[in-house]
């Protein structure tokens, strides 16, 4: 495939199977420093598969997996991963629901993660000043104190991805960020993701086509484990194989 | 940045405890050696290494509670830890002896020479040093934890697991110790001690020291334990309890984070065994029984996991409760026990702390509503969020 | 040999042996009162007289005659200096003890002063070994002969090489020939016989095989020519090796034994751990609680009717299962339903629930170990080859089998076990599906519990009946059902015999205690290899 120098993510030929089971199928995806890919495809399609290969969380049995043109995120494991600058945003909305989510931002903080300096971590002003500001842009400012077990559905999503805007992150992995919010929630996220864009890269995994149009990024229609269109919404969203299989007539 | 740490775990209800603590490090032994026989205030000799005991059995509730409340590793094994503790100090105590023993040989213990040994075995050198066997109490629970813990966690044994694989920990220990050839005084295990530090054993005062020292030991893990879990690596370790998988993501090493409370939870343990020992005289395999180790567990859950007081009032509680019983009704203490923990698990998820807790946050939020300290999510809510339990096949 | 330097007692041991073998097969038997005068007609008189005397023994063909004969030429047969009275001695000292040669009575003790030896020569002695060899190697009766030559071969004398002979020419069945030839063989390696029949006799001897012929061996090589002794530690080595194979595989065998015992105790926790994830810490109660069942039958046997003592397991099973699984879904109904999801919480409640079952046994049948006896077809042991094999264990073996292959049926075949596959699999889409998935949880659990009640009148015919029984199961169990794998009954089947077999493997080396806690720090390591077992499911729905 292409040359992988110069890329942010790098995926060829991935593989894995569980039980027989082929999950991702020789898939191959691309993706450029500061810019957002949406994938979208059937439910078992193999797009969270696709992330826990990239975080580390599932090994593949084949395939080449490189970060940043050079890292081989295949021999890490899902701490390294994240050290290097990948964040994840779940499915499901995880948070640490026992915690404040002042707490949550500030373990999500990039600051070292060894133990002896967390032990002993105090927040300067700059840290004090960074989370304040994440909690003003995930409009959580106002729940600052209170549990993250007591925030709506669509709340954890943003305190998900403040935790990740906190991380600070060289890519981004976000999967269905905006299921059970609200339309006018659904446009603020695509708006700051878009804006996050502009200096790392994205890759958001999303069923909500209307959410996909308002990316306005590239789009990758994945199905059973491997790339079936690519291009714009436009240009995917006319492939007939795409509308066989996922869009449906 | 140390001082500043400490300076933060001393929240208030830490400071409380912790002078409570010292004016019953101070009070009891005073009760017991100022006050005139016959005195109402005047507690009888045998409460001082009772009461002494208990407070050794808290400072084990609250090593386990620092795994299991704030980690969420429930460690079945910890006993073990406790023990290993106990018989390092026991080792001290037999070199004490010196050749006041029952064959009067200064060097080996009574149950070498009986077993026709002729030298001391390697790992007794250096116990006749009260440092030195200090330094073992905690250096050896530490050592197994460790090795034990960077094995289990780095593999990521999670769950009922590790609970299983602990358990098998100290039976393995158990067996061993049980052995002759181990050098630790087989089935009998350590006794007849003599002195510590020169002062005899079963004196008055030397009781009411050591009662003294346990409450201060107690004390100092309290503020070791708060420093920690009020620290932000306190957070990630609940963060590691309540979604294990998230925090890794988040680029924490769970292993390290298990790892550090594991080992400090041993040393706490190891203490506790050490200053346990000399109040009741004999260390013996016994001590690693499984069962011990799970009934540390109830101790800590009856009072309340994930808080610092709770399984210190579980622990002395229990305790108490157990001593009464096993005088009174001897036959019913397994009953009472066994539904304990029943009813525990079933009824009482937060222990009494919680329970105070829920109390609480209801008068509160009655009298506050706007600024309501939101309740604490009830432990099915946790749960249900939390990292899935390696439940199989699902 | 044996000659005086034998003790009487020891003598009358052997001989009592030795009448046991003759006696089994129906036999000729004179009257006592015909008996009686041929035997004290052996005192009075010359040597010569003796030799009629017994003559006229021979010619009873009683074998009781044999003992008697023997005790004569070893000189340990008395007579009564004033009753003339014939008989065995017993003790020493002031006093002996007497006995009837013929009815083996006690005849009461008197002083040592009034009895006196039956005199014996070595003329008489060659008389008296013939008298014995035509009774017993020349008896027409051919078990009489084989048991005879059998003894000779176990007593090893060579002072019978002679009479082995006699038996041997005179022999035609090939089979009692060929025990005969082997004695023979036997009782040459310890004579100074020449080399030529040395050599010829090391193969027959090395083909007794086991430890008997070993030991032979061993002693042959001590006095043996220097030219012979290579040969004969060849075939030393050679049996050795023979030894070592049975010894492994009388390993193996003590392995299965303790890997069946394993997987009964183990396998209703494989259900309620693997199949629910549910940790039962009461399941060695349950276990317990199948062996009270099987005491309480037993006991209601013995005083009702003794004669239904060998059907009491048979009965005490369906018993058993039906109890302990009415427990276990008491239990399931009552505590456990409220902490699905929340394993270490049911880990304690059921641990709770084990202290409460322990005491209430405890209360109720006392502290001690309660005796469960084995059925007639359960006790004994049998050889297989050099294997030594008690009914008990191979009748445990048997039962886990069918255990097993029983619930791997019920898992596979039946309605329950479709459901519980699918409770376990997706609980939502089963429960959507109208399976009652309150039900089937039950069922699982009764099914388990059971199980550990078959399971504990198993174990009470091979262990302690006693409150504790479970307690000593339970971390084994737990073991096998995690070093297997969760969720797979074959991982659990595999788990308990590797682990079986590996500590019996251990134990010769370490020792018992050792080999267990061995066993434990591997399983421990194993853990760590790999956290989900041996036969571990795999695939992102378990990692979800």
Known sequence: ?249 | MLTQALFRALDKKAIWLVAILIAVAVLVPASNLLLPNGHPLRLPNYAVPLFGKYLTFAMLALALDLVWGYCGILSLGHGAFFAIGGYAMGMYLMRQIGNRGVYANPILPDFMVFLNWKELPWYWYGFDNFWFAMLMVMLVPALLAFVFGFLAFRSRVTGVYLSIITQAMTYALLLAFFRNDMGFGGNNGLTDFKEILGAPISADTTRAALFAASAIALALAILVCSMVVNSKLGKVMIAVRDAESRTRFLGYRVEYVKLFAFVVSAVIAGIAGALYVPQVGIINPGEFEPSNSIEVVIWTAVGGRGTIIGPIIGAILVNVGKSYFTGAFPEFWLFALGALFVVTTLFLPKGIVGLIGQYRSLTTRREQHDRSAPAAPSPAEVESSADPQPKPAE | MIGAAMTFSRLLATLVVLLGALLVPAHAQTADTTLSPLVDALAPGSFKDRETAIAALVATEDLRVVPLLQTLADGDLYVGKTDAKVVFITGSGATLGRIDPVTAAELGEVPKADLEKVKVNNGLRRVIRTAIGQLTLLSDDPATRRSAAQSILRDADPANLELLDSGISAEADPAILQVMQTARAVLTLKTDATLEDKTAALPLVSAIGGRDALTLLTAALANAPDELKPAIQASIDGLARDRAVWDAAQNVWYGISLGSVLLLAAIGLAITFGVMGVINMAHGEMVMLGAYTTFVVQETIRRYSPELFDYSLAIALPLAFLITALIGIAIERGIIRWLYGRALETLLATWGISLILQQSVRSIFGPTNRLVGNPSWMSGSFDLGGLSITWSRLWIVIFALVVFVTLLLVLKRTALGLQMRAVTQNRRMASAMGIRTPFVDAMTFGLGSGVAGLAGVALSQIDNVSPNLGQGYIIDSFMVVVFGGVGNLWGTFVGALTLGIANKFLEPYVGAVLGKILILVLIILFIQRRPRGLFALKGRSVEA
Not at chain 1, 22 to 36: C, D, G
Not at chain 1, 162 to 186: C, F, I, N, R, Y
Not at chain 1, 192 to 202: F, Q, Y
């Open chain 1, 1 to 249: 495939m292409t040359d992988r120098t110069g890329t942010m993510l790098y995926l060829d030929g991935v593989s894995v199977a569980f039980d027989g089971f082929k999950a991702l199928n020789k898939l191959s995806i691309i993706v450029y420093p500061a810019e957002m890919l949406a994938i979208i495809g059937p439910n078992g399609a193999g797009k969270t598969t696709m992330m826990d290969i990239i975080t580390g969380k599932t090994r593949p049995d084949d395939g080449e997996v490189f970060f940043d043109g050079r890292t081989d995120l295949t021999r890490l494991d899902e701490a390294a991963i994240a050290n290097l600058g990948i964040g994840r945003k779940f499915q499901k909305p995880t948070v640490f629901e026992s915690q404040t989510v002042w707490d949550n931002l500030e373990m999500a903080l990039r600051k070292p993660r060894g133990i002896f300096a967390t032990l002993f971590y105090t927040a300067s002003d700059t840290d004090t000043a960074r989370i304040t500001e994440i909690l003003d842009t995930v409009r959580l400012l106002g729940r600052k104190d209170h549990l993250a077990a007591d925030l709506s559905h669509g709340q954890k999503q943003w305190l998900e991805i403040g935790m990740l805007l906190a991380q600070d992150p060289k890519l981004l992995l976000v999967d269905e960020p905006v299921a059970g919010m609200t339309d006018s929630e659904t446009v603020e996220t695509a708006k700051l993701l878009k804006e996050i864009a502009k200096t790392r890269s994205v890759v958001v995994v999303e069923h909500d086509m209307s959410f996909v149009r308002d990316l306005g990024s590239r789009v990758t229609c994945l199905a059973e484990g491997s790339v079936l269109a690519e291009g714009s919404l436009d240009q995917v969203s006319a492939n007939p194989v795409v509308i066989e299989r996922y869009l449906g007539r």
